[in-house]
């Protein structure tokens, strides 16, 4: 693909903006497909708590809202953030909502589950990428996966460890 990574895609804020995510260039993102109404969703204030533990560091939470599955995420972008900010208190960067698989599938998504050590279908709400500042990604998390588990972090922290 290309030497940018997902640095070449352009996404639709949740207020409706179009945000190139170039301007996360040189900053460590970690991508997340997310559903208000899951079983997980839960982990939105694990993901804030990771935000604000590392964001003076060049960190970012991107939290794509997606309702692939069985209906978790029914809600128009207003909505979504409202819930977002009411009950988790986010501050990290919420996108428009999207399709992480199928035949709708995002084209940032069909980028992040086509490279060669993390491909594979999104399985289900909060999957977690982890990319470099270099916009290449890093690694690649399941929904099971707390964005407070040591593993993660420490693939933050290591990730983190690579900013110029």
């Not at 260039?25 to 559903?35: D, E, Y």
């Not at 399985?123 to 890093?138: E, H, I, R, S």
């Not at 929904?143 to 040591?150: G, H, Q, V």
Request: hydrophobic share 35%; with cysteine.
């Amino acid at each position: 693909m290309s030497e940018s990574g997902v640095h070449d895609f352009s996404v639709r804020t949740i207020d409706g903006q179009e945000k190139p995510l170039a301007d996360y260039k040189g900053k460590a993102l970690l991508i997340v497909n997310t559903a208000s109404r899951c079983g997980f969703t839960g982990q939105y204030k694990g993901l804030q708590a990771l935000y604000e533990k590392y964001r003076d560091r060049g960190f970012e939470v991107l939290a794509f809202p997606a309702n692939n599955f069985m209906n978790q995420e029914p809600g128009n972008e207003a909505a979504i953030k409202e819930f977002c900010e009411l009950n988790f208190r986010t501050t990290f960067p919420l996108f428009a909502k999207i399709s992480v698989k199928g035949k709708d599938q995002h084209p940032l998504y069909r980028y992040l589950t086509s490279q060669p050590e993390f491909a594979g279908d999104i399985a289900w709400n909060f999957n977690k990428f982890l990319v470099g500042p270099d916009g290449k990604v890093a690694a690649r998390f399941g929904s099971r996966t707390d964005p407070l588990a040591p593993e993660l972090k420490q693939q933050v922290e290591a990730v983190l460890s690579t900013r110029g």
